[in-house]
């Protein structure tokens, strides 16, 4: 896994100096963005734990998982998920293929109190 946000990160540091991977022309990239269209959008739920620790998982697509503890990005960390779920190669993950121009970004978050009485 973290070979494969290293090489994630490898390939968007690339795209900024002028590589270009093709990733919009590749065959699946276009069946995950038909996928995602048909779908609608991606929604996700997340919860925050006492401790730091977090969770996200699809309401929408059955076997999106993902997770983390601290400031982790979790936007970042969601997009992995994504793209693992499609099985998308980490050259290829590259943030714009997931979020349309000018499409809002909705987090739903529930955050949990627990209070003791004595």
Not at 12 to 20: F, P
Not at 34 to 58: L, Y
């Amino acid at each position: 896994m973290r070979l494969n946000k290293y090489i994630c990160n490898l390939s968007k540091l690339a795209g900024k100096i002028g590589w270009n991977f093709n990733e919009e022309n590749d065959s699946r990239v276009i069946e995950m963005k038909k996928e995602i269209e048909r779908i609608g959008r991606i929604e996700f739920n997340i919860e925050q734990f006492p401790d730091g620790a977090w969770t996200a998982e699809s309401t929408n697509v059955d076997g999106i998982i993902t997770g983390g503890s601290g400031n982790q990005n979790i936007s970042s960390t969601i997009k992995d998920a994504v793209f693992t779920f499609f099985e998308i190669p980490p050259h290829l993950c590259a943030d714009k293929l997931l979020r349309g121009d000018n499409e809002p970004v909705t987090v739903k978050q529930n955050v949990y109190v627990w209070q003791e009485f004595y």
